[in-house]
């Protein structure tokens, strides 16, 4: 398939997983490979995990080349005609479209959806994800989340670095 029939999703393993993120049970996409975006980062909504959402970031576009991001490629199957894959991915696009802040940008691997922060809500606590891996960083961010929930951060801000110990008094 072409990268005009290819939508690249961050943090997406499973075709389940998938089905999620666009609400679309027959959805006709197959999660393929792993593809680094360069000049977009990649953000974590804490309100978003804490609440369990499929679609818990926010993919921001920079154009700076050090910024990437770890995204998956998801293609109509192979064996779909031309018309028909186009039509699954017409359908991805626009169950993703549909009623949040996330727009789609093409870029020379497929289509993605960005989301600018100066518009993004103010109310919500995001964490810089490094070098754009969710993955990597997921167990670490989850425990942070559970210690703020549990009032154990202090003031400090969310983070998805490990908690520093505190010295005995």
């Known amino acids: 398939m072409t990268p005009a029939t290819t939508l690249l999703l961050p943090n997406v393993r499973s075709s389940r997983q998938q089905e999620e993120w666009t609400g679309q049970q027959h959805l006709n996409l197959n999660v393929e490979q792993d593809v ?3 000049g977009y980062q990649l953000y974590a909504v804490e309100s978003w995990i804490a609440d369990r ?3 818990a970031h926010l993919l921001v576009y920079t154009g700076e080349p050090s910024h990437t991001a770890s995204v998956k490629a998801l293609r109509p ?3 779909l005609s031309l018309q028909e894959s186009q039509d ?3 359908k991805a696009v626009k169950a993703l479209s549909h009623g949040n802040d996330r727009r789609p940008r093409k870029t020379p691997s497929g289509t993605v959806f960005v989301t600018s922060l100066a518009h993004f809500r103010s109310d919500c606590t995001i964490v810089l994800i490094p070098n754009g891996d969710f993955h990597s960083v997921a167990d670490q961010l989850y425990a942070n989340i559970n210690l703020s929930r549990l009032n154990c951060s202090g003031r400090s ?3 998805s670095e ?3 110990c505190v ?3």
Do not use: K, W
């Open 167 to 169: 010295p005995a008094l």
């Open 157 to 159: 801000a969310l983070t």
């Open 36 to 38: 680094t975006l360069e």
């Open 162 to 164: 490990q908690p520093r």
């Open 88 to 90: 699954e991915f017409d």
């Open 77 to 79: 199957p192979s064996t």
């Open 53 to 55: 959402r499929p679609i």
